[in-house]
């Protein structure tokens, strides 16, 4: 219980108060919640909707980039988000990168489509030679 309330900056004794019923968390303390839990302050307040609502998409960018950053100095991913984030917003470079990622969707989803079309993976035996 202490880890919980310092979590949400209120003491053990508050969350004893709320657990018995004798006061209702605040608005304060519902935010500190939601924030700190990835919880809706809707369900934690009248039980409405769903009780983690799904990410919201710029946050799930930060998130990402954030663990990226956490490897070594001298790795891929991080060398190439340094460089990306070197660019100008609305740089040529951009649509260099653009056609390139296009390329390489296009390759994946060739190869996966000769991959599905092999004999293992339609229930035959390969012919012998």
Same mark, same amino acid.
């Given at each position: 219980m202490?880890?919980?309330?310092? /979590?949400?900056?209120?003491?053990?004794?508050?969350?004893?108060? !709320? &657990?018995? +019923?004798?006061?209702?968390?605040?608005?304060?303390? @519902?935010?500190?919640?939601?924030?700190?839990?990835?919880?809706?302050? +809707?369900?934690?307040?009248?039980?409405?909707?769903?009780?983690?609502?799904?990410?919201?998409? +710029? *946050?799930?960018?930060? /998130? !990402?980039?954030?663990?990226?950053?956490?490897? /070594?100095?001298e790795?891929?991913? /991080?060398? @190439?988000?340094?460089?990306l984030?070197?660019?100008?917003? +609305?740089?040529? &470079?951009?649509?260099l990168?653009?056609?390139i990622?296009?390329? @390489?969707? *296009?390759?994946?989803?060739?190869?996966? *489509?000769?991959?599905?079309?092999?004999?293992?993976?339609?229930? &035959?035996?390969?012919?012998?030679?």
């Amino acid at each position: 219980m202490r880890d919980f309330a310092s /979590r949400i900056c209120v003491s053990p004794s508050s969350i004893s108060y !709320m &657990e018995s +019923d004798k006061s209702g968390a605040s608005p304060q303390t @519902l935010r500190s919640i939601s924030r700190e839990f990835g919880v809706s302050e +809707d369900w934690l307040r009248d039980g409405v909707g769903e009780m983690r609502p799904p990410p919201d998409r +710029d *946050a799930e960018l930060g /998130r !990402m980039v954030a663990s990226l950053f956490q490897e /070594r100095p001298e790795g891929f991913r /991080r060398r @190439l988000l340094t460089l990306l984030l070197s660019w100008a917003p +609305d740089g040529p &470079e951009w649509a260099l990168l653009e056609r390139i990622v296009l390329d @390489l969707q *296009a390759e994946a989803a060739s190869t996966q *489509a000769i991959q599905q079309d092999t004999p293992q993976n339609l229930g &035959e035996s390969a012919p012998i030679k």
